[in-house]
């Protein structure tokens, strides 16, 4: 219980803080939360309410070749089941695609509070519902939004290509 404390705790105190951190430990900072985020949304075990649903995708990814993995993965994101039939390939659990999901949520969310007016506490905001609730139940999702959110981070006059592609990138893993 005390990491899920750590991942707001940390961020809305330092949005609080009346001094300056230096730039070195500022962004150490930003990885360990990011680290932390990673792993609690990777690691956890039957979590979530599509739990059993992406267990089924592991299994359908078992027993395919590459062809029709492209052809389950249009209903069930395309990306996604790709990466579950990558990593039954290698040999790994459901662990590792949640730990892949998680650091596409997080990279993403990262990105986008780094650019905020008052960073660390748009991450503090996003923390409660945003990880703890929509990453750890619906993992597709999750990765779709850190997508969306990477894009959104770099969304400027001469960017548009690159958040389309982002965008689209996202929608691989989950169409909504």
């Not at 809305?12 to 500022?26: C, E, R, T, W």
């Not at 739990?51 to 395309?78: C, E, H, M, P």
């Amino acid at each position: 219980m005390w990491a899920y404390w750590l991942l707001f705790l940390v961020p809305a105190g330092i949005a609080f803080k009346s001094i300056k951190i230096d730039k070195n430990i500022d962004h150490m900072l930003w990885v360990m939360i990011g680290v932390l985020g990673i792993l609690l949304i990777g690691l956890r075990y039957e979590v979530g309410a599509d739990w059993t649903n992406y267990l089924i995708y592991l299994d359908q990814a078992r027993g395919s070749d590459f062809s029709k993995i492209l052809i389950v993965g249009n209903a069930n994101g395309s990306l996604y089941m790709l990466i579950n039939w990558a990593v039954q390939q290698i040999g790994l659990e459901i662990y590792t695609i949640n730990l892949i999901c998680g650091a596409c949520l997080m990279v993403g969310l990262i990105k986008y509070c780094q650019k905020q007016p008052i960073p660390w506490l748009a991450l503090a905001v996003a923390m409660p519902y945003l990880v703890c609730v929509v990453a750890m139940g619906y993992t597709r999702q999750a990765a779709a939004l850190g997508f969306i959110f990477w894009g959104l981070s770099i969304l400027k006059a001469g960017n548009e290509r690159k958040f389309l592609g982002l965008v689209m990138l996202g929608s691989l893993f989950h169409l909504s």
